[in-house]
């Protein structure tokens, strides 16, 4: 096992190009994301038609959904540090797009509880101190969640909902990325975390048969270890800030 990774050798490291997003980044922009997000949400709840179902209360609704998962990735802290890392160092995860299913269950017509089923690949690059330095690559995530949802009524068929719960992220491969190879890093990982999940989003009806258009948005805040090994040594920890936006849009079916 190579344990080449010195003091000196990361402040060495020649600088990187922007690496393509291999988790999937589609090359839109966050702030365009969220206030279209918005927008549709807005029109979907006040400006569509829609016909009444039958109480849900007892029924499961089935979600297919595309999802931007949109995380940030920043270094809150540096645990420890073998190598001399940048004092400016910092840190992004890249953008993904996925599918995402999630399962939920009425209690009454109000009241629901829903958990969310996905796989969500990501890449950490450095953005100062060795900006464009890929440091991980290939972090696979399972950010299994469940959460109690309230429904607002509001007298008609098309029903926002708010919703909070718990999650627990659950990552299943992660690898060093090309820079931290470069430095004489030969493993790599990132800590389970549990954390917390807010969310928000409207169901509008398509027909009285059970399928809706859904439109939902959550965000997570969680934070995980990174840590760097050469041979068997760790020689770098840190704290990231992962706390992302899932935004995601498809089909319900309730039977």
């Keep these: 096992m190579r344990c080449g990774w010195?003091?000196?050798s990361l402040l060495s490291t020649?600088?990187?190009g922007e690496n393509a997003a291999r988790g999937g980044g589609c090359g839109v922009e966050r702030k365009t994301m969220r206030p279209a997000f918005v927008s549709l949400a807005v029109l979907a709840a006040f400006g569509i038609a829609a016909p009444a179902q039958a109480d849900p209360a007892g029924r499961v609704q089935v979600k297919a959904f595309a999802t931007a998962v949109l995380?940030?990735?920043q270094i809150k802290d540096v645990k420890s540090d073998a190598v001399g890392l940048?004092?400016?160092?910092?840190?992004r995860a890249n953008d993904n797009y996925v599918p995402t299913l999630a399962v939920e269950y009425f209690f009454t017509s109000d009241f629901s509880v829903e958990t969310?089923?996905?796989l969500t690949q990501h890449d950490v690059d450095a953005t100062s101190g060795m900006a464009g330095a890929e440091l991980a690559a290939d972090a696979k995530l399972i950010p299994a969640t469940v959460q109690l949802k309230y429904h607002f009524g509001f007298g008609g068929a098309v029903k926002p909902y708010v919703g909070a719960g718990a999650t627990y992220f659950l990552f299943i491969d992660d690898e060093p990325g090309t820079a931290a190879i470069a430095a004489g890093a030969d493993d790599f990982s990132l800590d389970d975390s549990l954390g917390v999940a807010l969310q928000a989003g409207v169901d509008v009806p398509l027909n009285s048969a059970g399928l809706a258009l859904s439109l939902d948005a959550k965000r997570y805040f969680v934070s995980t270890d990174a840590n760097w090994y050469a041979g068997a040594t760790k020689v770098i920890e840190t704290r990231h800030r992962l706390?992302?936006?899932l935004l995601s849009a498809g089909l319900a079916y309730r039977f």
């Design 71 to 73: 995380p940030d990735g």
């Design 14 to 16: 020649p600088q990187y």
């Design 116 to 118: 969310i089923c996905c």
């Design 243 to 245: 706390d992302p936006w």
């Design 6 to 8: 010195s003091r000196g």
């Design 86 to 91: 940048p004092a400016d160092l910092q840190t």
